[in-house]
């Protein structure tokens, strides 16, 4: 190796010669020679090697940066040789302006430095800084290039930062000038990046101490938004960063509300590596903060009995671990705060980070009970699926943890003066889950009156109702243990029952018209629950009457419509309850109140649900109860089948029509007995516009009765004129039923008067024999039989002036004969 040589060539102007130096000092250190000769040789030409730096060519620089690395491969660690390396580095790309304009070098020139930092740092157990005088050029190098466009660079530079924490004293001095381009750095578009200055952030952090206050807060704010990033590397490097900070910062007491989060986020996060791998570290920080403080939390280990009411296949953090969280309860405001961010994933993340508060403070978290209360309701109403249901997990294991005895005062308090979805859902998912005793029947009937209230079962949103159909259960189920000396048997708020029925009932019929099965079923099973010895039509006849006594007062309010709650109520009352004897009255004032108060829609709606209940009146109320019926009807029936103008008052007599309808069906016991005494309606009814009221008015007559001949006349004659209406149906109903009109003890003169419409009936079935409408030709037949076997002689005569076809002759022969 010619020394001289190769220092004139290195300083020569043709690139040939520079780069022929270059390749024989390249050649001369793979051959590893000895040590001396290496250092030798490096004392001679360094100057003029560290010159090329600055060459025109961009690989002559290359090369060099390549060679010199190599010598310091072999070279010892000295810090004679280090300064004049770094100087150079410094002026090339650590002043105001880079020198260097291309990024593969940059980039190599950062790489040399980061191998420099690691053969010069501090070896373990020895106090020689090598690094400590070049500590104000190195910072600036890294401060320089931290903002690098090229990103391959930044990262690179996030590795010399830690080495160089790692390997020098003189980080104290400088740690505070990294964070503020690092804060930058960590919300780089590449995910390596933000690893690499997450990391680098976190291990400056570890030299700022507490004189620094605010640059540490800022550090752990600036780091905070990482924990939801999308990249799982990125949240575990958050917790790797808060577990190291928990393990080895000087001032970490002053910090465990801040360092905590970091790691109790990641505890919950949805990767399996990242709990798997931060749980490790986090029960080491625990076992070191035990180890710090036995002499007091011996003692509490010696009582610290898992609770009885601890929720299975959950895992019980260490006592280390609970006590460092039940330090911190101070930022349990700050995290709910964030439960009601604008942003979906930050509200999501709040309430993650918040279950493993309550999964670590246990009955600590019971004095902050009121404070995080109303962010958490608000949670569990969310509109995002995931966060409501998160929010119900964190109040799941709040009702495991907390002493029942602690929160439910408090509880019940906040669920009366907030009859929203968020509170009651809360409530529900605590209460379900506490350990409850016998001795806590009062807390049971407090709960059963808040639900019966008309603020909370009045409610017609479909959610509230299924929470308080599932709340009013669990009061059910935590009631049944108590000793039946101890249940009011009064039908008031002080039975439990009775609040439990009145809040199931309602929000059924709140719920019918909705057709949400669901709903019906979970009430119907709730239902079950409560009939004990009895049946269910029995509960409503023992419970419903008081509950129509409340309802009657809302009724009273002008200008219901049929989506009003009080309309709702009795329309469902009616069609699940149906009629009967105990609550008779009390509904018959309700339904003189819709009549007297309501919009027609309304009434339409209520004398729909009479139609229905009516069909099942010798069910419900027992065969045999005519007066009651005849009186209902009287009531609310009769009023409604006089002619009235308006479509309203059309379509309510269609209906109270129809309830007479249904009486036929629902009351056959009683219909024929009820149904004469409204004979005088009829004849108008029979000729009404309306296709519908003619139809069923016809029905009627199916089980009618016999009606006074004074009565009966208008009646027969109108339907006679039915069997040439423009409605088919109307034709058919008016053959089927002309039989079967019955007049009730005829006089003499009466009987003839009778004879005469039977004979004009039975002419007029002759002529519609005749006619083509094909539908009608059965029920003809069977009427004329029927009209035959009652009055052969005048059948007869009738048939002796008709004159029929052929096929029609053939038909009333075979009648006649048989």
Not at 754 to 773: C, K, Q, T
Request: with cysteine; hydrophobic share 40%; aromatic share 8%.
């Amino acid at each position: 190796m010619d020394v001289n040589d190769i220092c004139e060539k290195l300083q020569s102007e043709e690139r040939y010669d520079v780069r022929n130096a270059l390749s024989k000092l390249m050649d001369f250190l793979k051959e590893r020679p000895p040590q001396e000769k290496v250092k030798e040789v490096y004392e001679n030409i360094y100057l003029y090697l560290l010159k090329c730096y600055g060459n025109r060519f961009e690989n002559i620089r290359e090369n060099a940066v390549l060679v010199v690395t190599e010598f310091f491969d072999l070279l010892p660690r000295n810090d004679f040789y280090l300064e004049s390396v770094i100087s150079t580095l410094a002026s090339r790309i650590g002043k105001k302006e880079i020198i260097e304009s291309s990024e593969e070098m940059r980039l190599l020139l950062v790489q040399q430095l980061h191998g420099l930092i690691q053969k010069f740092k501090m070896e373990e157990n020895s106090e020689l800084d090598l690094l400590s005088s070049s500590v104000p050029e190195i910072t600036a190098i890294l401060l320089k290039t931290l903002t690098d466009p090229y990103p391959a660079v930044s990262k690179e530079v996030c590795f010399c930062i830690v080495s160089f924490s790692q390997g020098t004293k003189g980080i104290y001095q400088v740690a505070n000038k990294f964070p503020p381009p690092l804060f930058k750095l960590i919300h780089h578009k590449h995910s390596h990046n933000r690893v690499a200055a997450t990391k680098a952030l976190g291990q400056v952090a570890m030299f700022i101490l507490s004189n620094n206050h605010d640059c540490l807060l800022r550090i752990f704010h600036e780091m905070s938004p990482l924990l939801m990033d999308s990249m799982p590397l990125v949240r575990l490097e958050c917790g790797l960063v808060g577990c190291k900070m928990l393990l080895n910062h000087r001032d970490r007491y002053s910090y465990f509300e801040r360092m905590i989060p970091l790691v109790l986020c990641c505890l919950k996060d949805d990767s399996p590596e990242i709990p798997k791998t931060i749980e490790k570290l986090w029960k080491e920080c625990g076992q070191l903060y035990f180890e710090e403080n036995e002499a007091e939390l011996s003692k509490t280990e010696i009582a610290d009995f898992v609770p009885k009411n601890y929720p299975p296949n959950v895992i019980r953090p260490t006592l280390g671990c609970r006590a460092i969280v039940q330090r911190c309860l101070r930022i349990i405001p700050l995290i709910m705060r964030e439960s009601s961010d604008w942003k979906d994933n930050v509200r999501l993340h709040s309430l993650k980070l918040f279950y493993q508060f309550v999964l670590h403070a246990e009955k600590s978290l019971t004095a902050k009970f009121f404070e995080f209360l109303p962010d958490l309701a608000k949670s569990c109403s969310d509109d995002e699926k995931e966060i409501r249901e998160e929010a119900v997990k964190v109040c799941n294991l709040l009702g495991h943890l907390l002493t029942f005895e602690d929160w439910i005062e408090h509880g019940i308090d906040a669920l009366e003066k907030n009859c929203k979805l968020g509170y009651i859902i809360c409530f529900h998912e605590m209460y379900k889950t506490a350990k409850t005793e016998a001795t806590q029947y009062n807390h049971a009937l407090e709960v059963s009156k808040i639900i019966s209230q008309d603020d909370f079962c009045h409610k017609t949103n479909t959610k509230i109702q299924n929470v308080l159909l599932n709340l009013a259960s669990n009061t059910l189920n935590k009631s049944n243990s108590i000793e039946e000396k101890f249940q009011s048997l009064s039908l008031d708020s002080s039975n439990i029952s009775f609040n439990i029925y009145k809040a199931t009932i309602k929000v059924m019929s709140l719920s019918f018209d909705y057709e949400d099965r669901a709903l019906q079923n979970q009430g119907n099973e709730i239902l079950e629950c409560l009939k004990n010895e009895k049946t269910i039509p029995q509960l409503h006849s023992e419970y419903l009457g008081p509950i129509l006594m409340d309802l009657l007062p809302l009724l009273e309010t002008p200008g219901l419509d049929m989506g009003t709650e009080p309309i709702l109520l009795l329309n469902g009352f009616i069609r699940i309850c149906n009629f009967q004897e105990n609550y008779l009255r009390a509904l018959t004032k309700c339904i003189k109140k819709v009549w007297e108060f309501s919009s027609s829609d309304a009434k339409v709606k209520i004398f729909t649900s009479i139609a229905s209940a009516m069909m099942n009146w010798d069910k419900t109320m027992g065969v045999g109860q005519n007066s009651k019926l005849e009186k209902f009807l009287n009531k609310c029936v009769s009023n409604h089948l006089v002619w009235k103008a308006g479509s309203s008052a059309e379509s309510t007599r269609t209906l109270a029509v129809t309830t007479l309808c249904a009486v036929v069906q629902g009351a056959q016991s009683v219909s024929r007995e009820i149904l004469p005494k409204f004979a005088n309606y009829f004849p108008s009814l029979i000729e009404e516009n309306c296709i519908a009221t003619r139809l069923y008015s016809l029905k009627c007559f199916v089980n009618f009765g016999p009606v006074d001949m004074e009565l009966l006349k208008p009646i027969a004659y109108a339907i006679l004129q039915r069997l040439d209406d423009q409605s088919s149906e109307i034709r058919y109903w008016a053959v089927k039923v002309i039989p079967l009109i019955e007049a009730k003890d005829p006089s003499d003169d009466e009987k003839q008067i009778f004879e005469v419409y039977v004979s004009r009936a039975i002419s007029m079935l002759f002529l519609h024999l005749d006619g083509p409408e094909l539908r009608i030709k059965d029920p003809i037949r069977n009427s004329l039989t029927t009209l035959h076997r009652k009055w052969q002689t005048n059948f007869r005569k009738c048939y002796e002036k008709s004159m029929l076809t052929k096929d029609s002759n053939e038909i009333v022969l075979r009648i006649m004969k048989s």
